[in-house]
């Protein structure tokens, strides 16, 4: 699933480089931004039968963002320097990336993992005797495992079992669905922004670099 979005990073990273000739970086670095949050919007559609082609798509959706943000992000880091502090900023830069990076990673896994702790709480209401559709399904697993040769209290065991792992599945795809929108709209609230960067170009400053 990964590998086609890494294909399309290769193949629109050259596309990008050459508009940063003829376009100011912070409008591909905007727009960049603006993609990341239609494809996170996209992508916070998941359910338990999402197709393997569905994903493929989130993902491909996803990194096309990635190519807008990689070279203009590192060619303006660098615009209104001097050439000699380069290699300083490149260790700065570097570091940087990798550091917000990983700490992006840890609070969107906890986002995730605290989303699923409250929705777990919030949906548990379905899983309670009282609920006709939580019993129907029950019954249902419970007969069909009785007539594959389960015994009776087997077969329970199997039906509560089998109604868990469904619980637990539409917990994260809600988790991860809510994830993706406030991760988009964090991407939205970052547009603004690339506005109040140097108005360059890769071949040169359009008016002068700012």
């Known amino acids: 699933m990964l590998a086609p979005g890494g294909a399309v990073i290769i193949c629109l990273i050259p596309i990008v480089g050459k508009l940063m000739g003829v376009v100011q970086v912070r409008y591909l670095i905007a727009c960049g931004f603006f993609i990341m949050g239609l494809a996170l919007f996209y992508s916070a559609q998941l ?47 570097s570091m940087s990336r990798n550091y917000i990076g990983s700490l992006a990673i840890s609070l969107a896994t906890a986002a995730v993992t605290e989303t699923k702790q409250v929705r777990q ?8 005797d009282y609920n006709a559709n939580g019993q129907d399904y029950l019954n249902t697993v419970q007969k069909v495992a009785v007539d594959a040769g389960l015994p009776s209290p087997a077969a329970h065991q199997f039906a509560v079992h089998s109604y868990y792992q469904s619980f637990m599945q539409q917990v ?8 993706f929108m406030v991760i988009g709209i964090m991407a939205f609230c970052v547009v603004p922004f690339c506005f109040l960067l140097s108005p360059m170009a890769k071949k040169g400053p359009a008016g002068g670099a700012h």
Do not use: C, G
Request: cysteine-free; proline content about 5%; overall charge neutral.
């Open 121 to 128: 709480s919030l949906m548990a209401h379905w899983s309670s």
């Open 172 to 179: 994260s795809m809600v988790a991860y669905n809510q994830t």
């Open 47 to 93: 359910v338990p039968t999402t197709s393997y082609a569905e994903l493929v798509r989130y993902r491909v959706f996803q990194t096309s963002a990635l190519a807008f943000l990689f070279v203009p992000l590192s060619t303006i880091a660098y615009s209104t320097l001097p050439k000699e502090l380069n290699s300083d900023a490149s260790a700065m830069f």
